[in-house]
């Protein structure tokens, strides 16, 4: 079976990869491009370990072909750090101890960032409704969305 | 590994042709979170797939002459979402549609992949296959679970919701055992116009009650010519109760479901009304 030539960019840098049909984005990006940020932790939709943005939309990706990135942006946690300073999310998680394992912890701030985007100024309801499709086994939330409120007044404030 | 193709036309033609040759082997894919999730449980192997995201028809909404919409079969829930007057005409049936999974599916889930949800819009289906286009009425469209009433090689191309006149509108609810992201254990949809305070017209939808969506005609029946007051809801409730057929499961008793089935059509079509009326 010949694999496809897909052409594509991720994190701003224009990629070329082969893949398998039934590859998924998140196969290509842990096995082909060395972007293990990115966490399969249940290869269903659940759990969005696996959180990226396609063209600033937030999608699992491993519910995504790898073919179908073909002329897309793709985003992944490996792209948050600018020029070597943590975004305000990563800074923000690590004070509060907004983790622990870390194995949701790329999810969450892919998925939080996409909404900052979104919505600057979030309700608490709001951050838990976004990101309810992130699941974490140890934190229990409550530090994970306060981060994420913290984070968007800081940003706020900031932008003034 | 078995041998699968992935092919991305541009256009409907081509995917169709696509897709009709190679049989029942074939595949749509639209968000993929039905498809992929059942090729990696083994469910499904499919031998093509063809990802129909390019076809420009497939992915578009538009707004049609009179204030109606033209949804293609592949728009996902959030690109619905962010459509600024769809919201306010059909606010129903976006909810309906968002009401698919986590942020992460809607930025991919379509509602033509799923189909299964109560909404009683009277939207129109416009399906294309090698013998052409015909239009179904969207409750047509499913046959069971997980199966449809499209032919070999069909495609399903948009939904077409139509113009509405004013005092119009909708709202949805459902039942589940969880605040969020889990399976519904009734599904309740009421499109209605008023006049005056008198329901003019009226459709209601019950999805996870029966094989597939129903459209409850007698609780329309019971809707039309009141002003929704306790008789009138009470009537409608009775009839969509006997209108379920549902199954016992962990997520819900037939009784249970029977009950809130009778609960969800008052408190839908109490929304339903309120935004008719402005509120
Ligand atoms: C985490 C998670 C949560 C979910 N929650 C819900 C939920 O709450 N409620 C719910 O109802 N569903 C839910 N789903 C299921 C799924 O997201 C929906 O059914 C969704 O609407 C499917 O749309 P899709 O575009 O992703 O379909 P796809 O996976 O692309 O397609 C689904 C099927 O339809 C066929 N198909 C797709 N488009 C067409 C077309 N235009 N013409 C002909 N055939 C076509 C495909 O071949 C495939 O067999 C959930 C899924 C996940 C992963
Ligand atoms: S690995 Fe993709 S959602 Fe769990
Ligand atoms: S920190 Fe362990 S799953 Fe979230």
Redo the contacts with the bound molecule.
């Keep these: 079976m010949a694999k496809l030539h897909v052409s594509t960019t991720v994190n701003g840098e224009p990629l070329e990869f082969l893949c398998e049909p039934h590859d998924t984005m998140l196969d290509a990006l842990r096995n082909q491009l060395a972007l293990t940020g990115s966490k399969e932790g249940c290869a269903?939709?659940?759990c969005g370990a696996c959180s990226i943005t396609l063209d600033d939309r937030l999608v699992?990706s491993c519910?995504m072909l790898a073919a179908e990135a073909e002329g897309h942006e793709i985003r992944t946690i490996e792209g948050m750090a600018r020029g070597g300073r943590l975004h305000p999310l990563q800074e923000k998680f690590l004070e509060q101890a907004a983790l622990q394992c870390g194995i949701c912890t790329s999810g969450m701030l892919v998925a939080s960032e996409a909404l900052l985007a979104k919505n600057p100024d979030p309700s608490e309801e709001e951050v838990r409704f976004w990101l309810a499709?992130n699941l974490c086994r140890c934190t229990g939330y409550d530090k994970i969305v306060r981060a994420v409120l913290e984070t968007a007044t800081e940003m706020r404030e900031a932008a003034q | 590994m078995t041998d699968i193709r992935y092919v991305a036309p541009q256009t409907l033609d081509e995917a169709i042709g696509a897709y009709a040759a190679a049989g029942s082997a074939a595949?749509?894919?639209?968000?993929?979170?039905?498809?992929?999730?059942?090729m990696r449980s083994g469910a499904?192997k499919p031998g093509l797939i063809v990802d129909?995201k390019k076809v420009r028809e497939?992915t578009a909404v538009e707004e049609i002459s009179g204030g109606g919409f033209r949804i293609g079969?592949?728009v996902?829930?959030a690109v619905l979402a962010e459509h600024p007057r769809f919201r306010q005409t059909w606010p129903g049936v976006l909810e309906a549609v968002n009401?698919?999974?986590?942020t992460?599916?809607q930025g991919?889930?379509?509602?033509?992949?799923?189909?299964?949800?109560a909404s009683p819009a009277g939207a129109i289906v416009t399906?294309q296959g090698p013998d052409g286009r015909r239009e179904l009425k969207v409750e047509d469209v499913p046959a069971g679970p997980g199966r449809?009433n499209?032919k070999p090689g069909?495609?399903?191309?948009s939904f077409t919701l139509p113009p509405r006149p004013p005092g119009s509108s909708d709202a949805y609810l459902r039942m589940i055992p969880r605040t969020e992201?889990?399976?519904?254990v009734v599904g309740c949809g009421v499109s209605l116009t008023l006049k005056d305070g008198v329901c003019t017209h009226a459709r209601v939808g019950l999805g996870a009650v029966a094989p597939t969506a129903l459209l409850v005609e007698p609780a329309a029946q019971a809707l039309i010519g009141s002003r929704l007051d306790d008789t009138a809801l009470t009537a409608a409730a009775n009839a969509c109760r006997a209108a379920c057929r549902p199954i016992d499961d962990k997520r819900g008793t037939i009784a249970y479901r029977t009950q809130i089935a009778g609960v969800l059509l008052k408190r839908t079509t109490n929304i339903a009304a309120e935004r008719a009326q402005g509120k």
């Design positions: 269903s939709g659940d699992c519910l499709g | 595949r749509i894919l639209a968000g993929g979170t039905d498809l992929l999730v059942q499904v129909i497939l079969a592949a996902p829930g009401l698919i999974g986590s992460q599916v991919r889930a379509s509602a033509g992949g799923n189909l299964c949800n399906v449809t499209l069909e495609i399903l191309v992201m889990d399976i519904a």
